[in-house]
């Protein structure tokens, strides 16, 4: 069945460290975001891409992060140098936004990323 | 004005006892309003939505309930069960192309036996 995957699951690295992330949308969607989540900030968006093209990316620490969608079955999340306030879930989700339509946004698992 | 703001934090409820939990939003021009539901160590998945132009949505034992005027609305779960602990989150957006989301902080819900 169709379902966005994301890799790595777990990445445990240290602080200074390159981290790269990667989301498989689901075949056919157009519209890729990036999520972080944390106990403190809850769900917070950090980029989004509409065929491929980045439309939003404004929660996105600058200086460190950078997203990107080489091609359409593949997004990644970096961070370069990784400092321990990075630590949370990154998920990836996708959608294909229609008029009239509700806009279902579909998860993949999260990579739980932890800052040493 | 693109916050939405979701209460409360973490919810204990009785199996069969009734969860409700609310949300309040800001931005008169949001005009989707969905609910997602995440299991732990899982990513949200959508439970139900609504749209401004109705009041109420019913899907089993979930419900939404849409007040536009006082720019709020909740999700009423019914007959709560142990299979119901999650992390809820409401969210505002749109319909139509524009797709982006705005979500609530989440509220942790735990039904007991």
């Known amino acids: 069945d169709a379902r966005v995957t994301q890799t790595p699951r777990h990445k445990v690295t240290e602080m200074g460290q390159e981290v790269t992330m990667r989301c498989q949308p689901i075949l056919g969607h157009n519209t890729v975001f990036w999520y972080r989540q944390t106990m403190m900030q809850g769900l917070e968006l950090l980029a989004y891409?509409?065929?491929?093209?980045?439309?939003?990316d404004s929660g996105m620490p600058k200086d460190r992060f950078s997203a990107e969608m080489p091609d359409a079955t593949l997004a990644t999340l970096k961070i370069q140098p990784s400092e321990p306030r990075d630590s949370a879930v990154y998920f990836c989700?996708?959608?294909?936004?229609?008029?009239?339509?509700?806009?279902?946004?579909?998860f993949g698992p999260g990579t739980r990323l932890t800052v040493l | 004005q693109q916050q939405v703001k979701q209460s409360p934090q973490s919810l204990i409820v009785q199996k069969g006892g009734i969860s409700i939990i609310n949300c309040a939003y800001e931005n008169t021009a949001f005009d989707y309003f969905p609910w997602y539901q995440q299991f732990p160590g899982k990513g949200p998945a959508l439970l139900i939505a609504?749209?401004?132009?109705?009041s109420e949505k019913k899907e089993g034992r979930f419900t939404i309930s849409f007040n536009k005027s006082a720019k709020q609305f909740s999700l009423h779960i019914m007959d709560s069960q142990p299979g119901d602990s999650a992390t809820y989150f409401c969210?505002?957006?749109?319909?139509?192309?524009?797709?982006?989301?705005?979500f609530g902080t989440g509220t942790r819900l735990q039904v007991t036996l």
């Open positions: 989700a996708s959608g294909l936004p229609r008029t009239g339509h509700y806009n279902e946004q579909f």
């Open positions: 969210a505002a957006g749109y319909t139509g192309t524009a797709s982006k989301l705005t």
């Open positions: 609504i749209r401004p132009d109705v």
């Open positions: 891409f509409r065929n491929r093209a980045p439309l939003d």
